[in-house]
């Protein structure tokens, strides 16, 4: 059976190299977690532009596999098996991942496992709290995706039973920090912001809350619409706005939506343990809402450390170890990327 597994990540702005240890006993050991990020590149527009992604994976994708085996202190030819992200993510930036890995599984002769990186991030959890007890929920919250997930095998059957019906959480915290002047990416400046402010200091809606409303989707275009609205006629007014607080009332809304939904779907369903990750579980209201709302319910709340929740090649690495514990076939050689992959195929 294969034990190092090599992991390597090109979704969006981080290029991202992983390396992991499978032991006999199923538990994964992380051993290099290098990432190279191009978010400086995006910042001046706002937002990730695609070309520039790809061009600085391209860039990023050799320096960082070297220092992924630099701090491992392993050498190339102990790598037993290569896992890539396939989908979902930008076309361009999940070539440059798909072609490298392609090319050291060839150079190598390790089979190869194309993955998916929403699977990924529910896998990463392992590499800090053990094996996954299944079956479990798990919120994904980033910047792309706003998911909620029954998770019955890592390796094989992950169901999506709620999704945002327009922008996600981490889009929504971008989109809002424009509105208040804060840097791009939104997310740490709104919670480094929000610990200043009254978080019931404005009502701002709360999305797909209503009876009619499905139970587990998520909205939040309406809520950035309406942050947008409250600080134009604050403006209008000539009244200065009280950043903190329009931030802390933002993130409170968020924060009680994801949380709310996540717990309600665990204890309707009977699922015991919650996973929360993505780039905005490490938003620190969102955990403490999280921990007092699961302790609540008698829910087991796990979060990988603010590093591991982004985007990064350990997670690919992680679940490319879990696939090959459980047998799973590696991928074909000619296998392409798919940006629109469902979150049910774990592995092409």
Known sequence: MPRIVMGVESSCDETGVGLVRLHDDGTVELLA???????????????VVPEVASRAHLEAMVPTVRRAFATSGLKMSDVDAIAVTAGP????????????AKAYAAALDVPLYGVNH??????????????????SLALLVSGGHTQL???????????????????AAGEAYDKVARVLDLPYPGGPPIDKAARDGDP????????????????FD????????????WVETAEARGEDVPVADV???FQEAVADVLTAKAVRAATESGIGTLVISGGVAANSRLGALAAERCAEAGIELRVPRPRLCT???????????????????????DLSANPALPVSTVCL
Do not use: Y
């Open 33 to 47: 977690d290098e990432v190279a990020s191009s978010v400086d590149q995006h910042a001046r527009f706002g937002g």
């Open 89 to 100: 993510g930008l076309a361009g930036a999940l070539l440059v991942g798909v072609s490298a």
């Open 118 to 135: 929403l699977a990924g991030h529910i896998a990463v959890d392992t590499l800090q709290h053990g094996p996954l007890p299944t079956p």
């Open 149 to 167: 997930l029954r998770v019955d095998d890592i390796a094989g059957k992950i169901t999506e039973i709620g999704s945002t019906v327009d922008d």
């Open 200 to 215: 019931t200091a404005i009502a701002f809606p709360r999305g797909m809350t209503g009876p009619r409303d499905p139970a």
């Open 218 to 229: 998520f909205s939040f275009s309406g809520l950035k619409t309406a942050v947008a609205r």
């Open 247 to 249: 931030a802390a009332s």
């Open 311 to 333: 985007d990064n090649g350990a997670m690919i690495a992680a679940l490319g170890a879990h696939l090959v514990a459980a047998g799973v076939a590696p991928s074909p050689l």
